[in-house]
């Protein structure tokens, strides 16, 4: 799976906008907007980390519900404002090469969408393409980029397209204690040594409307063959079409113990190197999430070395 079209997105940061900062209500841009993006863009190549610019919010669609964004996928005019805020940022960071790459969309959530949300990206590519012909664009399925919806994509419209997911197995680990999770107690804790069956039972007794922890041994325990499971589907998929692979967002609540914490990063790392799988770990504005809270001091450097 390592090849040389992968090497950018490997080292990479991912930089998430919402459309608010550089659109106003009625679509007219904001010139400030697009300049404090510029910054964040410097400062990344700074220290020698590429970007990958991840729209995150579009008028129309956010995964989060909270949002109230919605009628991007059925509407013809979210969707031209979609392309032409893509062809805007396609122009305004156009001297960035190799440096910058484009994620078209985050996490499309039903899988309904998944024809719509195909179509639409082709469209969008075929846009950037006029403006960009060799930019690497980033594209996920549904169920939040889940592994299960990169077959579901269209295969890939050139050799600069990446195949994007997210990985936060397994979930009663990584969001545990987490106060957005449906069914959650705030303190609830688990190891990352837990068996198998532990984990299923605490995933029926702690989550809602998040799936099941299933496998077929429910004494086995976390380790670095649990991600290449869990990958399987995925690289199979890049191998027949010929298109790397990309974890978008990784990484576990705060709540887990550092040392859990460096367990977890190691494993999935091991994984994610066997397989060439560039990434970026979740951290943004140091909400539950990332290697920046004082409580990871002890163990900061060396996951640092995993990223």
């Known amino acids: 799976m390592t090849t040389p079209k992968n090497v950018m997105i490997t080292l990479s940061q991912r930089l998430p906008i919402d459309y608010e900062i550089v659109e106003d ?5 904001i010139q400030e907007g697009f300049e404090r993006i ?12 590429n970007v990958v610019l991840d729209l995150h919010k579009t008028f129309g669609y956010s995964f989060d519900i909270g949002y109230g964004e919605s009628g991007f996928f059925e509407n013809e005019k979210y969707q031209e404002r979609f392309y032409k805020l893509w062809e805007k940022l396609a122009t305004e960071f156009s001297g960035y090469g190799d440096a910058l790459a484009f994620e078209l969309l985050n996490e499309v959530t039903k899988k309904e969408y998944c024809e ?4 639409i990206a082709k469209t969008c590519i075929q ?3 006029a403006i960009l012909p060799d930019v690497k664009i ?17 295969p890939p419209y050139d050799e600069n397209i990446v195949y994007n997911f ?4 397994p979930v009663i680990f990584t969001h545990q204690g987490a106060g957005w999770v449906e069914g959650m107690s705030l303190d609830f804790r688990i190891p990352v040594d837990a068996s198998f069956a532990e984990m299923a039972k605490c995933m029926e007794e702690q989550t809602k409307n998040m799936g099941t922890f299933a496998d077929p041994d429910p004494n086995k325990k976390l380790s670095p063959e649990y991600f290449d499971k869990a990958f399987a589907e ?3 998929v890049a191998e027949e079409r010929n298109v790397p692979l990309y974890c978008g967002e990784y990484g576990v609540i705060e709540n887990a113990t550092p040392e859990d914490t460096l367990k977890w990063y190691e494993m999935i790392s091991a994984s994610f190197n066997k397989y060439g799988i560039g990434r970026a770990a979740w951290s943004y504005r140091e909400m539950n999430f990332g290697i920046t809270a004082p409580e990871l001091d ?5 996951i640092i070395k995993l990223l």
Request: proline residues 0%; contains cysteine.
């Open 298 to 302: 002890s163990v900061r450097d060396r």
């Open 127 to 129: 846009r950037i393409r």
């Open 116 to 119: 719509n949300w195909n179509r």
């Open 25 to 29: 209500k009625d679509g007219n841009y």
């Open 166 to 169: 997210h990985c936060y197995d």
């Open 38 to 49: 510029r910054k964040a863009i410097d400062w990344a190549r700074k220290y020698n980390l």
């Open 138 to 154: 980033l594209v996920g399925g549904y169920y939040n980029n889940s592994i299960e919806a990169l077959k579901d994509l269209d």
């Open 234 to 236: 995925a690289v199979a």
